[in-house]
């Protein structure tokens, strides 16, 4: 597609969106991205032909309810009229979301046909695809810094972490205790570029066989699934999910189209949904989760050598040294009663989230409130919790009261 072909006008409505994006790029806000194909996502919902307005008004709530930033989108908007690119565009910019296009080179326009059109569509970013598959698994995401398409933010996928968490969850427990240490290799930030933390599964497969890696009965892969979602979350970089992994439809029968809603009507699948909803809000809410990879300040291991249980426990810490946050992972289906962690500030710490709460499917043990530190020296700390921590699940302790009652 030539420029001739689309030059035209149009009347942006964005403006707020288009000023706040360099700030939004340039470190200042958490990011979290939406995966998907647009044919794919729009036949879970109606008819062809493809109607751009319509897959808008469905997908755009959707996603901008569910927390993430922005979408990442294959190439199917490419060729599209240029009012109905403008028109989807300045609908996501207007609910506050971002939209990435997947650009292969193999496509009608040249790079700089590309770029040129991304600036007059107000294209937020892009990933560009390196091999035939259209789908830029491995690509880096570009994000434009500035309201037009030069410089960009560079985000490196981080390959590391997908491929060690799908061969970790695909372990027995027994498997797990001897795997301890490549594990906590793997989860160790060691990059000092911006990164992307993905759950995408494979896409040559249906998304249903996903479940077929993850060891254990149905109640153990979804804990597992859970607690490496929030295990995600925790550590540093920026997250992208592929569509139907917020449905939970990775553990779910194959079926024969991409989306699978009446899988909601299952509380676990629907308790997925609420996780990855409140994932995304405490991203926002929580300074501590907003480090940046390459701020090595922002991560500590507290526990990392306890194979015997299957527990990991690391600390995220705000820029302003307050409001540090420990995330608590068990990847073993039993509880740990009165587990003794040390922390690095004494008081109350309050459980901000545990991926084992009812409303997320699961079965609700957990420290209620949290809990009240004790002079009892653990792990290179002073100060120390005593929790329960529930089985295969997360738990996020966020630092509030210093030397207080927490009652």
Request: charged share 20%; glycine share 8%; aromatic share 10%.
């Amino acid at each position: 597609m030539r420029s001739s072909e689309w030059l035209g006008t149009w009347s942006w409505d964005d403006g707020d969106w288009m000023r706040a994006r360099p700030g939004r790029h340039g470190g200042e806000m958490p990011l979290a991205f939406y995966r998907l194909r647009a044919l794919d996502w729009y036949l879970s919902h109606f008819a062809l032909p493809m109607n751009w307005n319509r897959l808008a008004e469905e997908l755009v709530p959707y996603v901008a309810d569910l927390g993430f930033t922005h979408i990442v989108l294959d190439g199917a908007l490419i060729g599209q009229p240029h009012s109905v690119v403008c028109q989807f565009i300045e609908t996501c910019h207007i609910a506050g979301v971002g939209v990435v296009i997947v650009y292969s080179p193999l496509s009608s326009m040249t790079q700089p046909e590309f770029l040129a059109w991304c600036d007059r569509c107000h294209i937020d970013g892009y990933e560009e695809v390196s091999d035939h598959s259209g789908e830029g698994r491995g690509a880096e995401c570009r994000l434009f810094l500035s309201k037009t398409t030069e410089p960009v933010l560079v985000l490196d996928p981080r390959v590391r972490w997908r491929l060690a968490s799908a061969d970790y969850l695909a372990l027995s427990p027994a498997e797990r205790c001897r795997q301890h240490a490549a594990w906590i290799a793997a989860l160790t930030p060691r990059e000092l570029s911006r990164g992307l933390l993905e759950q995408v599964p494979d896409d040559t497969t249906a998304l249903g066989q996903w479940r077929l890696q993850v060891h254990g009965d149905d109640w153990q892969r979804f804990a597992a699934f859970r607690t490496c979602l929030a295990l995600m979350w925790a550590l540093p970089g920026d997250k992208q999910v592929a569509m139907g992994v917020e449905l939970g439809q990775v553990l779910a029968e194959s079926w024969e189209a991409a989306l699978h809603w009446p899988l909601l009507f299952e509380s676990r699948h629907a308790g997925v949904l609420r996780l990855v909803a409140d994932l995304n809000r405490l991203y926002v809410n929580e300074p501590a989760l907003q480090v940046r990879g390459e701020d090595r300040l922002g991560f500590e291991w507290l526990v990392d050598d306890d194979s015997d249980n299957c527990v990991i426990v690391f600390a995220r810490h705000a820029e302003s040294g307050h409001a540090s946050l420990v995330c608590v992972c068990n990847f073993q289906a039993c509880v740990h009663y009165r587990y003794r962690l040390g922390v690095p500030s004494a008081g109350w710490w309050r459980e901000t989230l545990n991926s084992d709460s009812v409303f997320y499917g699961g079965s609700n043990v957990g420290n209620g409130r949290g809990a009240m530190t004790e002079p009892i020296p653990s792990h290179g700390h002073a100060q120390s919790l005593a929790v329960t921590v529930p089985p295969m699940a997360a738990l996020f302790l966020r630092h509030e009261i210093w030397f207080e009652d927490g009652s």
